[in-house]
T-cell receptor, first 113, second 111 residues
Framework: DTAVSQTPKYLVTQMGNDKSIKCEQN?????MYWYKQDSKKFLKIMFS???????INETVPNRFSPKSPDKAHLNLHINSLELGDSAVYFC????????????FGPGTRLLVL | RKEVEQDPGPFNVPEGATVAFNCTYS??????FFWYRQDCRKEPKLLMS???SGNEDGRFTAQLNRASQYISLLIRDSKLSDSATYLC????????????FGTGTRLTIIP
């Protein structure tokens, strides 16, 4: 069974559209994250949630809105997509604590045309 | 200055060789340190944590020098399966569990 899963795996869309990426973890973790990996392979945190509460928001444009319906799910909605949003988006989860391992999902490859 | 800096490589190394990667971090308040591995078109996965006393896991040895804010990874007897990008990762704040990733060092093991 996949520990952290994301859907869709690939997403190709036009500029200006609104899209969502879903993430689910079955590890029983209480902290979840969204990361963006750009074309230069640089991986940067966007958001983290702990027990459905927003903990980290790394100056991401407000076109990006995370939503956590429960602690096993953290979805990412993106409004008015721009060319620069093209990247791989990774969801991750961990047990809150002192530097616990983060487990990553397989990634969603977003291409904005 | 980037928070976590690594030589991006690529490192092309013959099978069986020993290879070492280095990483520096800028925030002296950083509290935990890791090496993650990322295969091509895959997600990052934890390779090992890094402790001040140094730690070893099979062919892999990690070292941390807090005074110099420097982290290293040594791979002995390299295998073809070691080909990947190695990411140096730093945790700055236990409260929000924020990991900061280096840009990664790409390693290719040549048969």
């Amino acid at each position: 069974d996949t520990a952290v899963s994301q859907t869709p795996k690939y997403l190709v869309t036009q500029m200006g559209n609104d899209k969502s990426i879903k993430c689910e973890q079955n590890l029983g973790h209480d902290t979840m994250y969204w990361y963006k990996q750009d074309s230069k392979k640089f991986l940067k945190i966007m958001f983290s949630y702990n027990n459905k509460e927003l903990i980290i928001n790394e100056t991401v444009p407000n076109r990006f809105s995370p939503k956590s319906p429960d602690k096993a799910h953290l979805n990412l909605h993106i409004n008015s997509l721009e060319l620069g949003d093209s990247a791989v988006y990774f969801c991750a989860s961990s047990q809150a604590g002192r530097g616990e391992t983060q487990y990553f999902g397989p990634g969603t490859r977003l291409l904005v045309l | 200055r980037k928070e976590v800096e690594q030589d991006p490589g690529p490192f092309n190394v013959p099978e069986g060789a020993t290879v070492a990667f280095n990483c520096t971090y800028s925030n002296s308040a950083s509290q935990s340190f890791f090496w993650y591995r990322q295969d091509c078109r895959k997600e990052p996965k934890l390779l090992m944590s890094v402790y001040s006393s140094g730690n070893e896991d099979g062919r892999f040895t990690a070292q941390l020098n807090r005074a110099s804010q420097y982290i290293s990874l040594l791979i002995r007897d390299s295998k073809l399966s070691d080909s990947a990008t190695y990411l140096c990762v730093v945790l700055t704040n236990f409260g929000n569990e924020k990991l900061t990733f280096g840009t990664g060092t790409r390693l290719t093991i040549i048969p």
